[in-house]
């Protein structure tokens, strides 16, 4: 079992800038994945960000609407995920969860937290 514990959220205004952070928890060596995905009332979950772990990782992938704002980054040794979100834009209000899993790509993961608030007003 993986327990991910999100902090970082807030409100901003559009063009603004957070930082959510994510702390892995647990066996951590069973995941070689962490990422992040985001849910708004009333739309469908979307994956946002992730990154592989450990030594051969670094790798990221992100959801189009995203690229050139956010940036995922890691601390294998915290067992820690980060996402830095710049040029924030109201339509990026959303709950945000942590996710870990053994691979990246189909944006599904077998372990979330409870989620961190993010809300951009205009």
């Known amino acids: 079992q993986v327990q991910l514990v999100e902090s970082g959220g807030g409100s901003v205004q559009a063009g603004g800038s957070l930082r959510l952070s994510c702390t892995a928890s647990g066996d951590v060596t069973s995941y070689n994945c962490l990422g992040w995905f985001r849910q708004a009332p009333g739309k469908e979950r979307e994956g946002v960000a992730a990154?592989?772990?450990?030594?051969?990782?670094?790798?990221?992938n992100y959801v189009d609407s995203v690229k050139g704002r956010f940036t995922i980054s890691r601390d294998d040794a915290k067992h820690m995920v980060y996402l830095q979100m710049n040029e924030l834009k109201p339509e990026d209000t959303a709950m945000y969860y942590c996710?870990?899993?053994?691979?990246?790509?189909?944006?599904?993961?077998?372990?979330w937290g409870q989620g961190t608030q993010v809300t951009v007003s205009s």
């Open positions: 990154i592989y772990t450990g030594a051969s990782g670094g790798r990221t």
């Open positions: 996710g870990a899993d053994r691979r990246c790509g189909s944006w599904s993961f077998g372990y």
